[in-house]
C-alpha cells in the first residue's frame, strides 16, 4: 500500500533513489518497534527448576513436541507463499495487466486481514484453535482460487475481491500463530523443559526462511524464463509471473491445509491437564 507512493515521494522518478529512502523509513519504524517491544514486554512465568535445561535435553524435546514441529512448518509455508505472491503482485501488474498504479490498490485490500484478526476471537468461542486456523487456510485458499478467476478472466474487481477474502484468511492464520506456539511451550512444560526461547524463535526462522526461500524461487523462475527488467516480457515470462502469483500460493495453501491437520491439539490438552 505504501511502498510505492513513497518510493515515488523519495525518489522523484530515480527508482534506487526511492527504494533506498523508502527502506531506510521502514527499518526505522522497524528498530523503533524492537526497541519499544525490549523495554516493555516482561516474563511473566519463570519456573527456575525446569528453565535453563543442557541444550541436548531441550533438542530431545524438541524431537518429541510432535505440535511444535506441525507448527513450525506451519508458518514456514505461510511466509512462503506470503514471499512468492507479494514480490510477484508489482510484476502482474506491470507487465500482465499493464499498469503498475493499481498495486497500492491492490495491496490496499490486505488491510482485510484485520477483519480476520478479530474474527478469531468470535470463532474460537465455538471452536479449538486448530480448526479456526483450519477454517482460517481455507477461506485463503478460496481466496486465491477467486484470484486465479480473475487473473484468467482479466476481471480486476474479481481479482481484487480474491484478495479481500485471502487476506481475511490469512488474518485468520497469522493472528493465531503466537497462540498456538504458546500453547507448545506450555506443551514442552509439561515435559518438564521450559524453553521458551527456542519454541517462539521458530516465528522469526519461519519469516527469515519464508522469504528467503521464496524470493530464491521467484527470482530463479524469472531467471530461466528470460525476465528483462523494464522490457515488454516475453510469453514464458508471463507464464512464470501467473504461476507465482496464482498457482504456487494455491499449491502451498493446499498443503499448509493437510499439515495444520497433523496438529494434535488433543495431545497437549491431555499433558497440561495432567500436570494440574
Avoid: C
Avoid at 518510493?7 to 526497541?35: D, E, Y
Wanted: net charge positive; glycine share 10%; aromatic share 12%.
Amino acid at each position: 500500500v505504501f511502498t510505492l507512493p513513497l518510493v515515488a515521494f523519495f525518489g522523484h522518478g530515480n527508482q534506487q533513489k526511492g527504494f533506498l529512502g523508502t527502506i531506510f523509513v521502514f527499518s526505522l519504524i522497524s528498530f523503533l518497534l524492537i526497541i519499544n517491544t525490549f523495554v516493555h514486554v516482561r516474563e511473566r512465568f519463570a519456573n527456575p527448576e525446569i528453565a535453563h535445561q543442557p541444550l541436548t535435553t531441550v533438542l530431545k524435546m524438541l524431537k518429541h513436541n510432535q505440535p511444535w514441529i506441525v507448527m513450525s512448518i506451519v508458518i514456514l509455508m505461510y511466509w512462503l507463499v506470503t514471499a512468492i505472491k507479494n514480490q510477484t503482485t508489482i510484476y502482474y501488474f506491470k507487465y500482465t495487466v499493464g499498469n503498475e498504479n493499481l498495486v497500492p490498490l491492490a495491496n490496499s485490500f490486505t488491510l482485510a486481514a484485520l477483519i480476520g484478526v478479530l474474527l478469531i476471537i468470535r470463532i474460537t468461542e465455538v471452536r479449538s484453535k486448530k480448526q479456526t486456523m483450519l477454517r482460517g487456510i481455507l477461506m485463503a485458499l478460496v481466496g486465491q482460487a477467486v484470484i486465479a478467476v480473475g487473473v484468467y478472466t482479466k476481471i480486476l474487481w474479481f481479482l481484487f475481491g480474491g484478495v479481500l477474502i485471502n487476506s481475511i484468511g490469512n488474518g485468520i492464520i497469522i493472528g493465531l500463530v503466537s497462540i498456538m506456539i504458546a500453547d507448545t511451550i506450555r506443551y514442552g512444560a509439561s515435559m518438564g523443559i521450559q524453553a521458551e526461547g527456542i519454541l517462539a524463535s521458530t516465528d522469526d526462522f519461519g519469516v527469515n526462511v519464508g522469504l528467503g526461500v521464496g524470493g530464491l524461487i521467484t527470482a530463479g523462475l524469472f531467471h530461466f524464463s528470460g525476465y528483462v527488467a523494464n522490457r515488454t516480457q516475453n510469453a514464458a515470462t508471463l507464464t512464470m509471473i501467473n504461476l507465482n502469483y496464482v498457482w504456487i500460493p494455491l499449491v502451498i495453501y493446499v498443503g499448509m491445509y493437510f499439515v495444520l491437520r497433523l496438529y494434535d491439539e488433543g495431545r497437549i490438552e491431555r499433558a497440561i491437564e495432567a500436570r494440574k
